[in-house]
């Protein structure tokens, strides 16, 4: 849980934006997306490997 103190006469708008910084440096909006639905780790290793290659076809790219 998130406890955001507010000082005397802090705005409102001022300490949500604390709150929210906060809320995305926990990554918890992150870890329910990926909890949403379940991909097979063989699923996972081939889309590792084809991001390996993209990244790799950049960079070969670059180098012409």
């Not at 990926?34 to 081939?46: A, D, I």
């Amino acid at each position: 849980m998130l406890i955001i103190p507010i000082k005397d006469g802090e705005n409102i708008d001022r300490a949500l934006k604390r709150f929210k910084r906060k809320f995305d440096k926990t990554g918890a909006m992150r870890q329910l997306r990926t909890r949403k639905q379940f991909t097979k780790p063989s699923v996972k290793n081939r889309q590792k490997i084809q991001k390996a290659q993209y990244i790799q076809h950049l960079r070969d790219s670059e180098s012409i």
